[in-house]
């Protein structure tokens, strides 16, 4: 295995009777990078992430991790890896600390080491103050925070989180993100499964996109989104009525598609990197000013409509439901 990789998962497959909930798919996760497992409800991230993890067995394929084989040796891969579940597996009874230490001590580390890491960590994750409260008292956003916190007690090398803001408030969320950032520059492995669009894109390295138990496409999100653009799109605003003019910047700028996006805004679209000043001049020339010029980009929204051909207000849809991607 490449020594850059921490992961490699291939042929992965995963089969309940007829049904294929996870179809053949390979990809490879490198050390202390983040990467995103994107795709709606029901694509087969949750199962996925559970072969992985060593709670479902596949029904064909390989997983490596660190050197270690998933299917032959689970719990000898759990050692190394760090486990945030969809849904909190902590003791609501139990006060923030003890739930750290209760998990520390399941991880075999001594009464001091785990004592000492669970002060760190409740401090890291800004919960200090909560530390001696039943975890039942926690707001959603603080018990996601102390799942995350006792999936990473023991430090493994690798950590997998299964929709980690799922549910929570916009302000939790962002903590969230940016205690996964936090993670990965203190040199954690980050393998996180989503259907939030925009959480994918502001954490993750590299995304691969599910749909249907099959991975469609995978890059980072600069790769992935030159792989739907096939030229470079400017938007001219103006203060005058365009319309008469759409022929006349067609005729002039031949090697451009020209749009009416409003009476008073068009976009051009070219192959090559559209220079601005034979544009303005033009219009200049023929009375009109501009007085606002944007590069347009598709964002991973766009990506992932276009690849999966699923409109991302069905992924909306599922978030403000608070659905479990499976």
Do not use: W
């Amino acid at each position: 295995m490449n020594t850059q990789e921490i992961v490699t998962v291939t042929n992965l497959t995963k089969r309940y009777g007829d049904f294929t909930a996870v179809d053949n798919i390979s990809f490879s996760i490198r050390r202390g990078e983040i990467v995103g497992l994107l795709g709606p409800n029901g694509a087969g991230k949750t199962t996925t992430i559970n072969m992985m993890i060593g709670l479902a067995r596949p029904s064909a394929g390989s997983i490596f991790i660190n050197g270690l084989d998933v299917v032959k040796n689970p719990k000898k891969a759990q050692a190394v890896i760090g486990i945030v579940p969809d849904e909190s597996n902590l003791y609501g009874e139990m006060d923030g600390f003890d739930n750290l230490c209760f998990c520390g001590a399941l991880y075999g580390m001594t009464k001091a080491a785990r004592e000492k890491r669970a002060r760190e960590l409740l401090d890291q994750f800004d919960l200090t103050k909560a530390g001696k409260r039943p975890f039942r008292a926690y707001s959603k956003g603080m018990r996601r925070k102390l799942t995350i916190a006792a999936g990473i007690i023991h430090e493994p090398e690798i950590l997998f989180l299964d929709e980690p803001t799922t549910g929570i408030d916009v302000e939790s969320a962002r903590q969230i993100r940016r205690l996964l950032l936090d993670l990965k520059g203190r040199g954690t492995t980050i393998f996180i499964t989503t259907h939030y669009i925009e959480e994918a894109e502001r954490v993750c390295d590299r995304i691969a996109f599910i749909v249907d138990g099959r991975i469609v496409a995978r890059g980072t999100v600069s790769e992935l989104m030159e792989s739907i653009t096939h030229g470079h799109t400017l938007r001219l605003a103006v203060d005058t009525d365009l319309t008469p003019f759409v022929e006349k910047l067609q005729a002039r700028f031949g090697d451009c598609g020209v749009e009416l996006q409003s009476s008073n805004a068009i976009t051009l679209t070219c192959k090559e990197r559209i220079p601005l000043s034979p544009i303005l001049q033009y219009l200049d020339g023929m009375g009109v000013s501009v007085f606002e010029v944007r590069e347009l980009r598709p964002t991973l929204e766009d990506v992932f409509v276009k690849i999966t051909g699923i409109e991302a207000a069905r992924l909306r849809k599922e978030k403000e439901k608070g659905g479990l991607g499976r």
